[in-house]
Nanobody
Framework: QVQLVEYGGGSVQSGGSLRLSCIAS?????????MGWFRQAPGKQRELVAS???????GYGEDVMGRFSIWKDNTRNTVYLRMNNLRHDDTALYTC?????????WGQGSLVTVSS
């Protein structure tokens, strides 16, 4: 079992930046072949924000491309999400996810609020 804990959410004004971190712990976090971030805004469906594989293949949701960056530190079992030029519609619960190919794990989520 892998546990995911997110850090770094909060409130920011439109145009500002935040960095989220997600630390994987428990059994064999080094076996994870995928880590990423999803978000869900009130009244909307959950959507992919960004993902990164164990071979460093990266993908972004269309709405965040060019503004958000994802990277990972394998020595710390941590994945980061840098969010620049935040907009009001980026307000959501951001949840870290990871997979070892057999199971998918989810964090509790970190709330990001962007005021216009």
């Amino acid at each position: 079992q892998v546990q995911l804990v997110e850090y770094g959410g909060g409130s920011v004004q439109s145009g500002g930046s935040l960095r989220l971190s997600c630390i994987a712990s428990g059994s064999s976090p080094s076996n994870l072949n995928y880590m990423g971030w999803f978000r869900q805004a009130p009244g909307k469906q959950r959507e992919l924000v960004a993902s990164i594989t164990n071979t460093d293949q990266i993908g972004y949701g269309e709405d965040v491309m060019g503004r958000f960056s994802i990277w990972k530190d394998n020595t710390r079992n941590t994945v980061y999400l840098r969010m620049n030029n935040l907009r009001h519609d980026d307000t959501a619960l951001y949840t870290c996810t990871a997979s070892d190919g057999a199971k998918t794990f989810w964090g509790q989520g970190s709330l990001v609020t962007v005021s216009s």
